[in-house]
């Protein structure tokens, strides 16, 4: 069942009016839904199967059934990755909502390739929050991750006493061999966290942005991987250590 | 230090022939090498830094150093993955390839939507190769996955008896919030071990394939994955758990 996001508070068996016209085009002409069909509906404070009642210019559900399965991840993960080049972002902030990120900070690492131009960068991040939305609805997500964006490294910095944890993944520890930092973090992280985790673009952090950042990086693993992929490794050990060992 | 692969038993100190087309122009326009620059080298029984002595028609090398470090995963991973629509089939090769799978086996699934050209599909194999060599280079690999298809589920089930172990991801199971099968298996796989790991296409696996496969489904999480994105999720959390936990 398709999942859709309405941002109230909902009991069983009420009525709503979903309005978005994103929502509504998808439901006529992707999903070809019609009156009588059941979609999910995500609710701030709760999931249900809802049933279609009418479908006109809005469309008209009825909650019918609560649903008690958990799909977010029980830390809360933010991605701050330098800005990639092509459709590179695009398609890690879709797979990163699949996986389980909470929320996403693209920033302009000092190696960041990309031309920013600050006029555009509104309409890039419109464009990450729609495609984060269709990944959360797709994946079952019980929240659409957020999307916000930092000029500078040292912009990102200043967030930094928001979380709990701050974690750099480092290629060069990969490259060294290091294997246990990214295990040990993990377990001293206890559900309910905000992690930071911080991805280099192409070319990776420069030493100056390590400088400045000055935590804790860890190694995924002994291969190299792209900026684009690295994200999706984390978030994975991510998920596999807290929602499938334990 | 760029990749390539030689498929000759080297030692030290030894000189060899890069002839591949491919190689040598990556090699010339794209990293624009020089006399004297080192590369690393992946022979059939070990990884060297190596010297590029001439350039020319083709480049003659120099092993130099012997490099240790292990960047194969411990178990070796067929995915055996439904073909896709789009390029979403060759982007999974190349992230897989650098998540550390040993093997592709693309299959027609009975949920498989693109129409496949008998004719054509050698063309699209050798696409996938080039691919997975490239990512192979670029990950520090040191074998390069081989990739061989199926032209049925049928034709698959005859490879079973290859592997020590045979795992179905199979998205009921994550829907249903089955969380334990994945890690028991892990746990019983020691390294060395070949395994074969199903995924099916947009749709999943039917119920007939399921039952033609009757092997054990495990699931992946509680967020449903799309088709492309699962492979990554399980060689992660293989890699999480063979080469950063122990």
């Known amino acids: 069942m398709q999942r859709y996001f309405l941002e109230q508070d909902a009991e069983l068996n009420q009525r709503f009016f979903i309005h978005s016209t994103d929502d509504i085009h998808h439901m006529k002409n992707v999903m070809r839904s019609s009156e009588g069909d059941k979609i999910i509906v995500n609710f701030n404070n709760g999931a249900y199967v ?43 902030i879709q797979k990163a909502t699949e996986l389980g990120a909470a929320h996403f900070i693209p920033f302009v690492s000092e190696r960041t390739i990309i031309k920013i131009d600050h006029k555009k960068i509104d309409k890039r991040l419109e464009r990450f929050k729609k495609i984060v939305k269709e990944a959360a609805e797709q994946s079952y997500r019980q929240q659409v991750p957020s999307v916000s964006f930092q000029p500078s490294s040292r912009a990102l910095v200043k967030l930094f006493d928001d979380y709990d944890y701050v974690l750099i993944a480092y290629e060069e520890e990969a490259k060294a061999g290091e294997t246990r930092k990214f295990h040990a973090a993990l377990n001293t992280i206890v559900p309910g966290s905000n992690v930071l985790m911080i991805f280099g673009p192409e070319g990776g952090l420069s030493h100056d942005e390590l400088k400045l950042f000055d935590v804790q990086a860890i190694g995924l693993g002994p291969r190299i991987l792209r900026a684009e992929t690295a994200p999706l490794y984390a978030l994975s050990a991510i998920s596999y250590f807290y929602e499938l060992m334990s």
Not at 66 to 86: C, F, M, Q, R
């Open 50 to 92: 809802s049933s279609i009642i009418t479908m006109a210019e809005s469309i008209e559900i009825e909650t019918i059934e609560l649903i008690d399965l958990v799909t977010e991840l029980p830390v809360h993960i933010t991605i701050a990755s330098g800005l990639l080049k092509n459709d590179k972002y695009e398609w890690m």
